[in-house]
């Protein structure tokens, strides 16, 4: 299994997100420019210029027409994923962090940051069919818990928010009226900062990654936790198979930590962990920093991983992997 590796970002990878169909993959980093490329061969066909700031997170909508990207620089912005043009902008008082299309396309949560005295908040806007028609208002605002919320998606058939961030509680919230309904245990949860949230592809059920250095299956409707693969790393980002029983898992120490560590060959590796029976299968290795993003092409043939090294690599699974027997 060769990677392809796809150098086109400055600094180091936040999030990557395949489109529907899985030929393209959008990738956000450090670098203000979100970027789409050919998923197949790694082949860059453009950016997405207009932010000015770190690009945290962005979703595509199911007929790969818009592009939502969330940013330090207080704003969320809009595009045309075919010609790279800005459709429009959401400014904030504080920066954007999260963001996805619900089921439909019709509506995008977004999460901004506590910032200047301001608590973090969770938003919803309405996506207009057509974008002159598009407005800046809120149709929901959740001002909520303490610190950073690393994620917020939609639950089953957009009833619901799940929430995650610094304070390690996962939530879920009323999408209507915003009411708390679920917490996840303090006990059973995560003891850190969760990182990362990815949702199984039918939404029933959805994994997060912590600083705690696990990560942890939880299902969408009733939040009861149903798995947790631990590891020896903090955890910055996983994903789940949508054709195997497979989870991947990747991470690595903060920025602050990396100096400290022996430079040999990329040794930062994405683990690969049975969805069920929560054993350890294999691992990718290639990345010379912390890998921060990772996803599966919606056909479960191959993955790509971002790193803190600025690279993407892209992998397309050798027909071996499809027969491993636990």
Not at 1 to 17: A, D, Q, S, V, Y
Not at 266 to 283: N, R, S, T, V
Request: with cysteine; charged share 20%.
């Amino acid at each position: 299994m060769r990677p392809i590796l796809m150098k086109g970002h400055e600094r180091p990878l936040t999030f990557l997100k395949y489109n529907r169909e899985g030929d393209l993959l959008f990738s956000c980093a450090k670098d203000h420019n979100p970027t789409v490329w050919f998923a197949d061969n790694g082949e860059r066909l453009g950016t997405y210029r207009g932010h000015n700031g770190a690009v945290w997170c962005c979703d595509v909508s199911r007929n790969s027409s818009l592009l939502i990207t969330g940013s330090a620089d207080q704003s969320v912005k809009l595009w045309d994923v075919q010609t790279g043009s800005q459709l429009y902008s959401f400014n904030f008082d504080s920066p954007a962090r999260a963001v996805e299309f619900s089921i439909g396309d019709k509506l995008a949560v977004i999460t901004t940051d506590p910032f200047m005295g301001q608590p973090s908040t969770i938003q919803v806007k309405m996506i207009a069919g057509d974008s002159s028609e598009q407005s800046g208002n809120s149709v929901l605002v959740i001002k909520g818990p303490q610190g950073r919320i690393n994620r917020a998606v939609w639950g089953p058939l957009n009833k619901t928010i799940i929430s995650a961030g610094e304070d390690a509680i996962i939530r879920i919230w009323d999408s209507e009226t915003g009411q708390l309904l679920m917490e996840s245990d303090k006990e059973a949860g995560h003891q850190k900062t969760v990182t990362s949230l990815a949702k199984s592809s039918d939404g029933s059920h959805f994994l997060t990654g912590s600083l705690d250095k696990s990560a942890k299956l939880w299902d969408s409707r009733t939040l009861t936790l149903i798995k947790t693969y631990v590891t020896e790393r903090p955890v910055n980002a996983c994903a789940i198979s949508p054709l195997l029983d497979h989870v991947v898992i990747g991470g690595g120490q903060d920025a602050s930590a990396v100096t400290r560590t022996d430079h040999r060959a990329g040794k930062f590796e994405a683990k690969f962990f049975h969805k069920i029976l929560q054993e350890e299968i294999g691992g990718v290795k290639g990345h010379f920093g912390p890998i921060n993003a990772l996803a599966f092409n919606p056909d479960g043939r191959s993955f790509s991983s971002g790193g803190e090294d600025g690279y993407i690599r892209l992998h397309h699974f050798d027909s071996d992997y499809f027969h491993i027997k636990m």
